[in-house]
């Protein structure tokens, strides 16, 4: 079997693998490839570091359980299968007056790796994490035994996958439960703020009265200014014009994104106005779909994600230390996200999300420079009991996520001995 050189999407990381397609949701487990030290399961390849790689070992592609099984409309259920995208569901939910109870900030995954990685989105304040919403699942280990995981059936597999980051086996089918909607626009607000302690009044203000929250920061200073976004699905029926979607065909040979680029865009993108508006649900919660390969914009080097979580007990300082460590350092992020967490617990027992404040900060990838600035950062985030998101990561050392993950041990009992991945290596491996 030839190996495929894959990439994670920031491409920095690029790893050899032999690819084995999972025929069928009801076929037996394939046979790891000879040579082949273990396996993980692949969907669309999104999640920014290595948790999707797995270097010296096989990836198994989930593409062919791309089947629904059913989806009653009355009561919003949605039986599918792991390898069927959200940006599907999307297609056939949003004509029926229903939408996903919780979305990352791309379409393009899989149920399988939103369960995996138990995304996030806007609302967390009000439905928590992806995993809040799954009903149950099968999951299929190496030995081939099938479990069906439930909160009641299975319970402790049902916590360990959800958020166990693809290692406790296949997942090969899913039952979701959608939440209604009125149609496909969104009731949006815009509102700048000049500095944290006013993005956290406007949290404040804005949890009870809008289902999504989110704000966007200028990090070509620390300040801490910025543009706070929060919406409803609105009630308006009526038909507006849909967004274009472009696309990167190549990556350019040098990386389009620079302090001047990001300067520039930060200028033009705080000139955007104040007040309300509506919009169709795609661009409000996919704007980066709606350019496709957008990761190439980095050039040949790729980037790096960094999106730490910050106990809601230690308020908004450590963010400010953070920005003020990125202005330090001399850098800047192109896409800086700031967002709340709410109090609503995940049944995953490695779920990243927990009730605080997370940051996510894009950085091109140069070399020493940025890594002298993820010291900087980890330290702040390990001094106030953070932990980092492993679906965005490619670098943290052992000891920041053991720090992180205090369930970790038992975690480790749910692992599949088949599967392992290059980020669960290099982090239980690592100091």
């Not at 993980?40 to 570091?49: D, H, I």
């Not at 990556?251 to 620079?258: D, G, I, R």
């Not at 990125?326 to 800047?332: A, E, F, L, R, T």
Request: include cysteine.
């Amino acid at each position: 079997m030839a190996q495929q050189i894959l990439r994670s999407w920031g491409r920095v990381l690029a790893a050899p693998a032999d690819v084995v397609d999972m025929p069928a949701a009801a076929a037996p487990f394939p046979a790891l490839p000879a040579g082949s030290s273990s396996l993980l399961p692949f969907g669309k390849g999104r999640s920014y570091g290595d948790s999707c790689l797995n270097p010296g070992g096989a990836l198994l592609r989930t593409k062919n359980l791309d089947h629904f099984i059913s989806f009653d409309k009355d009561t919003g259920i949605l039986v599918c299968e792991a390898g069927v995208q959200l940006a599907d569901i999307l297609r056939v939910i949003v004509p029926q007056g229903w939408f996903l109870p919780v979305t990352p900030g791309t379409r393009f995954v899989t149920v399988g790796g939103a369960i995996a990685n138990d995304v996030h989105g806007k609302n967390h304040h009000r439905n928590g994490a992806f995993g809040c919403h799954v009903r149950r699942f099968e999951l299929l280990r190496s030995n081939n035994e099938r479990l069906i995981c439930s909160a009641e059936e299975n319970a402790d597999w049902f916590s360990a996958t959800i958020g166990g980051i693809g290692l406790t086996g296949l997942i090969t089918w899913v039952e979701l439960q959608m939440q209604p909607i009125s149609g496909p626009w969104m009731d949006v607000e815009t509102l700048h703020f000049s500095s944290l302690d006013e993005f956290g009044k406007l949290t404040a203000e804005s949890d009870s009265r809008f289902e999504y929250v989110v704000a966007w920061l200028d990090c070509s200073d620390a300040v801490g200014r910025g543009i706070f976004f929060r919406a409803n699905h609105s009630a308006e029926t009526e038909q507006y014009k849909k967004p274009l979607c472009l696309s990167l065909p190549v990556v350019p040979p040098v990386s389009f994104v620079n302090n001047l680029s990001i300067k520039l865009f930060n200028t033009l993108y705080n000139k955007k106005s104040d007040g309300s508006s509506r919009a169709h649900y795609e661009p409000f919660f996919y704007p980066l779909d709606g350019v496709g390969n957008w990761n190439r914009i980095y050039g040949p080097k790729g980037f790096y994600q960094y999106q730490c979580v910050i106990p809601a007990r230690h308020g908004l300082a450590p963010i400010q230390e953070m920005l003020a460590a990125v202005s330090k350092n001399g850098m800047s992020s192109f896409l800086s996200v700031l967002k709340g967490f709410g109090s609503k617990p995940s049944p995953g027992m490695m779920s990243f999300p927990c009730e605080g404040v997370t940051l996510a900060l894009d950085f091109a990838n140069t070399g020493a420079s940025v890594q002298r600035l993820f010291a900087a950062l980890d330290e702040i985030v390990a001094g106030v009991d953070g932990r980092l998101y492993p679906a965005k990561d490619g670098r943290m050392s052992g000891a920041l996520f053991r720090a992180g993950y205090p369930v970790l041990e038992k975690f480790s009992t749910f692992v599949d001995p088949a599967f392992s991945s290059g980020f669960w290596r290099r982090v239980m491996e690592g100091k």
